[in-house]
Each structure stands twice: as C-alpha cells, then as structure tokens.
C-alpha cells in the first residue's frame, strides 16, 4: 500500500502529457467514473490525500521536488477542478467496505512495501488518515508505530509505544508488533518488559527469520 505520493509519481513518470491534456483527462475521467456508477468525488479526495503527504514531507511540501508537477497541474488546482466537476455529476458509491475486504489479504504486505520507503513523515500522514477511516485495525497501528520509531525524532518513541500497545489491545495485531514494543522497551531500559515482548514474538512467530536472533535477547535480558 505505498502512499500517494509514491504511486503517482511512478505513474507519471512514465508518461509526458501537458497540464491541457491532464485536465482533459481528469475531466474524461470524471465522466467514466460517474458512468461506472462510482462517487467521483473519490478523484478529488486522491489528491487531497496526495496533499496532507507532500504538506508531510521535510522540505514542507514543496512540489518542485517531484519531477510530475513539471507537466502536470499543481495539486491544488487539481483537486478544485476534480471536486467541481464532481458536483456536476454528483451521486455514485464510493464501496469502501468492499476496498477494504479486497485489500485484506494484501493489507499486510503492502504496508511492510510502505515502511520500507523510508519516507517517514508520509508514511505516517498516510497511516494516520487510514487510522482515522479503520479505527479498529491494529495492522495501521502497527505500521504507524514502526514509523514513528524507524523516524526516531523527539518523542517518536513515545509515540510508536503508543501506537503498538494499541495494536495490541486490539487484538489480531502482527506478531511484528511485540518484536517493536521490544525494541522500544529496550531502548527505554525497561528490560523486563522488552523480555516478555520478546517472548510473546517468538510464540506468536516462532518460525521468524529472526527467531534466533531474538532468543539471544531473550537470554542476554534474562541474566
């Protein structure tokens, strides 16, 4: 599931139209959209989700450092455009429910993809509005945790505790969650608790890549 910001930029790397031609285009799309029985209010909410990311990034949002908006209308332009052309065709069904069973078995996957990114502060402006639509999923916790750790600034860690406890209370969260929850136990000097995460790691995937790896702090905490 790698952010907007990631997908449109492949996308619109491998095609050379003019900012005329896009804005046919997103019209023509409207259009299809509305004819297929789809919301097409959607297309303006792809770019408003594009827009918190690229307002997330380090430079602080500044579209000059992605190549498409060389040839493409900015984002704000483009999303006001896609939103009034909506309202000219409103009605359609947006079937998030039905996005969302279809992603499942892909969600996990997808989300490790995103992590390995490294662009953190999308990341986590990604997985904090699917937080927001899919409160009860510990798999966005998770991965919005290991964000905020991986980025590791000021009270960072504080911040994926957080998230991977809630994860865990939860239910059903990723047997990764409790190798993080370590992790950051560890890094807090609470090496009881980082044990008894490690621990629950290792009987939620004993079978990991890393089994043997974690066993050893395991007993390195142990003594």
Do not use: C
Not at 21 to 26: G, L, M, P, Y
Not at 64 to 70: H, K, L, T
Not at 160 to 177: M, N, R, S, V
Request: glycine share 8%; proline share 6%.
């Amino acid at each position: 599931m790698p952010g907007a910001v990631g997908q449109l930029v492949l996308l619109a790397s491998a095609f050379g139209y003019s900012r005329d031609q896009e804005r046919e285009a997103d019209r023509v799309g409207v259009i299809l959209m509305r004819n297929a029985g789809y919301d097409p209010a959607e297309a303006a909410n792809v770019w408003s989700n594009l827009l918190a990311e690229i307002k997330a990034r380090p430079d602080g949002g500044e579209e000059s450092g992605i190549p498409m908006f060389a040839t493409h209308p900015g984002v704000d332009e483009r999303r006001e455009t896609l939103a009034a052309l909506a309202k000219e065709a409103p009605g359609g069904a947006a079937n998030a429910d039905t996005w969302r069973e279809r992603i499942r078995p892909f969600r996990r996957e997808w989300l490790a993809e995103e992590l390995k990114r490294g662009q953190h502060e999308e990341s986590i402006a990604l997985l904090t509005r699917m937080i927001s639509d899919s409160p009860s999923q510990p798999d966005y916790l998770y991965a919005r945790g290991e964000a905020y750790r991986l980025r590791a600034k000021d009270k960072d860690l504080d911040a994926a505790l957080a998230d991977f406890q809630a994860a865990a209370t939860l239910g059903g969260e990723p047997p990764e969650t409790h190798r993080a929850l370590a992790m950051v136990y560890r890094q807090r000097s609470q090496f009881a608790e980082a044990r008894a995460s490690f621990q629950r790691y290792l009987e939620a995937a004993p079978a990991a890549p890393d089994s043997l790896m974690i066993q050893s702090y395991v007993e390195e905490l142990g003594k």
